[in-house]
């Protein structure tokens, strides 16, 4: 596995097109969230690129007028890379090469990069190959005519360096051997589950980066990798938690995000099992970001894509720290404040069916409101599945 030499600064441009009902401040969002990814992936943002277009070029994506644009802008800064927020063909990406001169990852392939250099355990490390393979196979052809697999960085982790992965034949069998692989790893967690006896399960859902394994750590008194990056953590972890005397199984998973490949979530569909087989769900928020509500949306799409339908649900606002320093001037009153917090909270509470909690989980505010109202849900959860043995809850 190539590794970016972390004393080597990999500068990337990145690039997207404006298509007709879109609008500019739409797309300079979703660049920085690609931004943010690139970020993660251990490389600098130059400089994005947003070309108007009817439609995405057949050949370039972009127009070729805008990839001389970005060749010359390249040159300037000594950038290697070109990250583009969609998908490519793999002709548009062989196109790009030749004539850029460049390395030409796309969202897709960015995410997969990510998702590899933080695999940790067995059977994540079977899903992203899997995914990876499954992704690279259609780009097998002149897929290294183009490229200098020496050079890593972004794009360059995980299969694909092996000259005998060039063969279709070879990679097709090797993505049916994954499949195998990751068939017996599911069938040791299925079994890890059963084993699990009768408690609820309780599992945290959400955009990437919202916070979910900062409230594990809170709740459970676990110690989960929680930093300021994409996709800190990838493997779900289980606790028993005990509240109140209310035991229950908490689980942390991986985070969505916008344009989450295919391939991935087919492959995670395991390790997403946990969201699918909860009892309840939490579905974190960040309510700092600007775009939390399509956040939201992204995460029930998701779910709904997984079969996660009709299970109670707790929304949980995280980051009201970080909303109040954004958004409130820090020379307007505290009561005025209270009552403009008030208010947010009362309109959030009316859009949505579910519970929702308004919480800090570095600040370790309101916690205590929030575990209230999840211990009350197992406690119901209880009541309903077994009620012979309601009484001890």
Same mark, same amino acid.
């Given at each position: ?8 600064e990999e ?7 404006c298509?007709p009902?879109q609008?500019l401040?739409?797309i300079?969002?979703y ?6 990814l690139?970020?993660?992936?251990g ?8 070309q108007?277009l009817d439609?995405?070029?057949h050949?370039?994506?972009?127009g070729?007028?805008?990839?001389k644009e970005?060749a010359?802008y ?6 290697? @890379?070109?990250?583009f ?5 793999? #002709? $548009?990406?062989?196109? /790009?090469?030749a004539? *850029? %001169?460049?390395k030409?990852?796309d969202?897709?392939g960015l995410?997969l ?6 695999a940790? @355990?067995?059977?994540?490390k079977?899903q992203?190959?899997? #995914? $990876?393979?499954?992704? /690279?196979y259609?780009? *097998? %052809? ?8 020496q050079?890593?960085?972004?794009g ?16 097709k069998d090797k993505?049916a051997l ?16 059963k084993t699990r006896?009768?408690f ?14 900062t409230?594990?750590?809170v ?5 989960i990798?929680?930093e300021?990056k994409l996709?800190a953590?990838?493997d779900?972890?289980?606790?028993k938690?005990?509240?109140d005397?209310v035991p229950?199984?908490l689980?942390?998973?991986?985070g969505f ?11 995670f ?6 969201a699918?087989e ?8 960040d309510?700092s ?13 998701t779910l ?10 707790i929304m ?11 958004y409130f ?5 505290e009561e ?16 949505f069916?579910h519970n929702?909690v ?12 929030f ?7 197992v406690?119901?959860?209880?009541y309903k599945?077994y009620p ?6």
């Open positions: 596995m190539i590794v970016i030499n972390p004393t080597i500068k990337v441009v990145l690039a997207a097109i298509l009902g609008s401040e739409k300079n969002e660049l920085d969230e690609l931004a943010f690139a970020e993660t992936a490389a600098t943002t130059t400089k994005k690129f947003i108007k439609h995405p070029d050949n370039f994506f972009i070729s007028g805008k990839v970005i010359e390249a040159v300037l800064v000594d950038a290697s @890379t070109v990250i927020d969609d998908e490519l063909s793999p #002709a $548009q990406i062989r196109n /790009l090469e004539e *850029l %001169k460049m030409i990852v969202r897709t995410i990069d990510i998702f590899a250099s933080r940790q @355990t067995a059977q994540a079977t992203v190959e899997l #995914a $990876q393979m499954q992704y /690279l259609p780009r *097998l %052809k002149g897929l290294w005519t183009h490229l200098e697999r050079r890593g960085g972004i360059m982790r995980g299969p694909g360096e092996k000259e005998i992965e060039t063969d279709r034949r070879v990679v993505i994954l499949k195998e692989q990751l068939r017996k790893l599911d069938s040791q967690s299925q079994t890890m589950r006896g009768e609820i399960r309780v599992a945290l859902v959400g955009y990437t980066n919202v916070g979910k394994s409230i594990m750590n709740i459970s008194k676990a110690d990798l929680a300021n996709f953590t990838l779900t972890t289980v606790r938690v005990v509240i005397n229950f199984l689980s942390d998973t991986v995000i916008r344009k989450l490949p295919h391939n991935l979530i087919e492959s569909k395991t390790t997403l099992d946990e699918r909860s009892d309840i769900i939490l579905h974190v928020v309510a970001h600007e775009q939390f509500h399509e956040q939201i949306d992204v995460v029930n799409t709904t894509e997984l079969g996660v339908i009709d299970v109670p649900v949980v606002f995280n980051k009201m720290d970080a909303y109040k320093e954004k001037d820090k020379f307007l009153p005025v404040k209270d009552e403009l917090l008030e208010e947010f909270k009362k309109n959030l509470s009316k859009s069916k929702c308004f919480i800090s989980a570095t600040k370790k505010e309101h916690l205590d409101e575990r209230r109202i999840l211990v009350m849900t406690q119901d959860m209880y599945r012979y043995r309601a009484s001890y809850y």
